[in-house]
């Protein structure tokens, strides 16, 4: 497996554009998660989905960020407009549920939003 | 939620053992685990103690837990340069990890 993908690997936008950053998880997990990481505020959990479903967006920061699961094999999140705050490495990770446990989160390399 | 601390630096020469330490607030969590990140990388586990387990120990690597003052610690063995990188402890809740704000390990060689 090629593990979770992430694209782009870096964004540079100005300031008011739309945003959408994408994710593939690990086949056969069924949980996603949407992480940002910022040297102020660490790695904080946006949002994340159970077999597709939103389970918990209370870190979603406001109403310009929305994150969406279409099926098993995709998410997006989505920030419009995008504000120079913003500007952070976004991580997307996904699990098995039923063994997270265990196994814990699995990765992916993150995307790096500048927005200027 | 869950309220996970550590230290933000630490900085050790290569060779010596490096002890990066842990507090957390939820006793619920059945496990806990230690994160590393590269730079410019994702987190990769690293590895994991049972909540019913004092010590775990994996080649250089070494876990303590102590539930009662709910600290845990990873202790790294012959620390090389390879070594540096950021280090998250993580406790679930539920389905959710919480991490901390992770412990920037610097290897001087």
């Known amino acids: 497996d090629a593990g979770v993908i992430q694209s782009p690997r870096h964004e540079v936008t100005e300031m008011g554009q739309e945003v959408t950053l994408r994710c593939k998880p690990i086949s056969g997990h069924n949980s996603l998660f949407w992480y940002r990481q910022t040297m102020m505020r660490g790695l904080e959990l946006l949002i994340y989905?159970?077999?597709?479903?939103?389970?918990?967006d209370s870190g979603m920061p406001e109403d310009r960020f929305s994150a969406k699961m279409p099926n098993a094999s995709f998410s997006t999140l989505k920030i419009q407009p995008s504000e120079p705050r913003d500007s952070a490495v976004y991580f997307c990770a996904s699990s098995f549920s039923q063994t997270a446990r265990v196994y814990g989160y699995t990765f992916g390399s993150g995307t790096r939003l500048t927005v200027v | 939620g869950e309220d996970v601390e550590q230290s933000l630096f630490l900085s050790v020469r290569e060779g010596d053992s490096s002890v990066i330490n842990c507090t957390y607030t939820?006793?619920?969590?059945?496990?806990l685990y230690w994160y590393k990140q590269e730079p410019g990388a994702g987190l990769q586990l690293l590895t994991y103690?049972?909540?019913?387990?004092d010590m775990k120990q994996d080649q250089r690597l070494t876990v303590l837990l102590n539930k009662k003052d709910k600290h845990l610690s990873l202790r790294i063995a012959d620390t090389q340069t390879g070594d540096s990188a950021i280090y998250f402890c993580?406790?679930?809740?539920?389905?959710?990890?919480?991490f901390g704000s992770g412990t920037k390990l610097n290897v001087k060689p």
């Open positions: 993580a406790a679930p809740n539920f389905n959710k990890f919480y």
């Open positions: 939820d006793s619920s969590s059945t496990y």
């Open positions: 989905f159970n077999n597709n479903v939103p389970i918990d």
């Open positions: 103690i049972f909540s019913n387990m």
